[in-house]
Structure formats: C-alpha cells, structure tokens
C-alpha cells in the first residue's frame, strides 16, 4: 500500500494520563515524520476518556486511519483502540485485549510464567486492605510500582523496611492496585519488536540507581548502546525471549521488551511497552534505525500494518 492510499492520518495524541508531556512529544515528532513523507497527517488532541466525546471528536476529524502516540491509562490499555475498532477505523499498534494485557503486569506476568518466561517475584497489594507485615519477606532492595503504568512513573526503589509506607504511598497516587517485587541485579536491556522481528538490544547505561523518569526524559542522564555488546548466543537468547512475550500477548506492529539481564546471563521480562516512545531518539527508533530502518520510514511501516491488520 503506497502513501497516497493512506488517506487522511491522524495522529491521535496528549491523553489525560500522567505520560501527556511524553505523549506530545512522540505525537509531534511522527506528525512531523509523516508530513515530510508527503503523507497527509493531521494533530488529534486527546483530551480525555469519555468514549462519547471521542467518537465525536473522532468523526469530526474525518480520520481514514489513527497513528496512536497515546502514552500510559487510555492509550495503551485498549480504551482508545476499542473507539477506534467501533468507528472501523484502522489504527497503528496492537488491538483491544493485547493493549489491556500488557498494560497490566500481573495479567502479562502470569501468562509470561505459565509459558515458561522468567519475571521477577512479585506480590500484589490493593489500596486499603493489606498490612505491611503481611508483605513478603523480599530482601532489599526491593522495587514498589503501580500495575499499569509506565515511564517509572510512581516507582520506587526501597533499601529498608523504614521507606517501604512512603513508596507505597507514591505508587497508590497512580493505581489501586501495585505490585512489590524483588529487586534483580543486572544489566538493564530492551528489545524492539517491528512487524514480528526482534530488532538489535539497546543496552541502557543511566547515571541515576535506576532507570527512573529522569534518567529516560532529561539529556546527558542515559546512554545506551546499540547493539548491546553482548554475546551472540546471549544476544539471541534474549531477543527470542522478548519476541516471544510480544507473541504470548498477541501483540502487532510493534511493542518494546523491557529486560533485566541477571549475572548468569538469564533474562527476566520486566514489562512490555506496546506504545513505547515515538521520537527519533527513542528506544524503539534506535534500535530501528540500526537495522537500517529511519525514522520516517518506521512511521510509515506502522500505518502501512495498521492498514494489513484490518484486511486480516
């Protein structure tokens, strides 16, 4: 399918999640890779959640297909699919269930452990009904995160019993429910997956203790590497994994792999990002543009699957 049959595009961006700023910013950043292809593109400002306002906004616009650069609750938990899929709009990433999943990382970690994947031990607490000493007895450090959320928002990292309410608290602040896991040692990898192929791991290097907000958004606090100098059968092993988690989910288009790469070169799945960050020095364009696959042309591949997918 060739440019000129894409239509009217719109990239549907902002969203009333914690992630709007990120959002914007990957939003702009296809919309102005889609313009210079010669595609015509067009902003959509998500402002909420309400599926009736949507719709209408949605139809006014008179969109032929949606490239979604909606970030966090709404844009990668199947709310803003599900309009779409209603409107028969074709639409970039992955549909209703496999968005809901990989948002929520209790539901993809037990399909990940039932299937033989590594993920770190967890428990799950909801607000208002459990006690701190009826956690479990991980050591510290230990890692306290909401269940669907990204960009480490809300995520802390513990050293004692003494800081363990204060993260709590920050994590309740963006979830009724949150995950307290063990903390793994390791090298922290991520893993590109564009229409069913696992693309070259990025290795993350950050100045912080972990890969928090900060470390991902503000300049000169990261590096990566890309390939990661790992291995080749390592390398292999863990893209395989990753490709197999975005599989198990019944991902499409694409989707990002977070990774831990423990001391005996085993992987642990972190989460799966299945609208990871979309500007020309994200994770997933880097990776992509190692394979030799640019910026504008990536925009270009996702709309030309979301197209494929609805013909499926």
């Known amino acids: 399918m060739g440019k000129k049959d894409f239509g009217r595009v719109g990239v549907l961006m902002a969203g009333p999640s914690s992630e709007k700023k990120i959002s914007l910013k990957s939003g702009h950043a296809v919309l102005n890779a889609l313009r210079e292809s010669g595609v015509n593109a067009l902003p959509v400002i998500i402002k909420n959640d309400s599926i009736k306002d949507n719709i209408r906004l949605l139809k006014s616009k008179n969109i032929d297909c949606a490239f979604i650069a909606l ?7 199947g709310g803003i699919q599900n309009i779409l899929s209603k409107l028969k709009i074709p ?14 990382k209790v539901a ?3 399909i990940f452990k039932k299937h ?17 000493n009826n956690l479990r007895a991980f050591n510290f450090p230990l890692v306290v995160k909401p269940v669907s959320h990204g960009s480490s928002i809300g995520l802390s990292i513990v050293d004692s019993k003494k800081n363990i309410p204060k993260a709590i608290k920050l994590a309740f602040k963006f979830d009724k429910r949150i995950i307290i896991e063990e903390y793994i040692r390791g090298r922290e990898l991520t893993v590109g997956i564009i229409d069913g192929k696992a693309l070259p791991v990025v290795e993350i290097f950050t100045k912080h203790f972990f890969f928090d907000y900060q470390a991902k958004y503000k300049k000169g606090l990261t590096d990566y590497v890309v390939p990661a100098k790992l291995p080749s059968k390592v390398a292999t092993k863990v893209k395989k994994k990753a490709l197999l988690a975005h599989k198990l989910l019944g991902c499409f ?6 990774i831990i790469l423990d001391a005996k070169s085993k992987p642990f799945i972190l989460e799966l990002n299945t609208i990871p960050g979309f ?16 910026f504008n042309e990536l925009c270009i591949k996702l709309i030309s699957l979301a197209y494929e997918k609805t013909q499926r």
């Open 71 to 77: 970030h966090g609750s709404f844009g990668e938990d």
């Open 91 to 104: 639409f970039t990433g992955s549909g209703v269930c496999a968005s809901r999943l990989a948002m929520d």
């Open 108 to 110: 993809s970690r037990n």
């Open 116 to 132: 033989g994947l590594d993920v770190p031990c967890f428990q799950v607490i909801k607000r208002n009904s459990y006690k701190i």
């Open 253 to 258: 288009g694409c989707s990002r792999v977070d």
């Open 279 to 294: 500007t020309a020095t994200s994770l997933l364009p880097k990776a992509a543009n190692k394979s030799g696959i640019g």
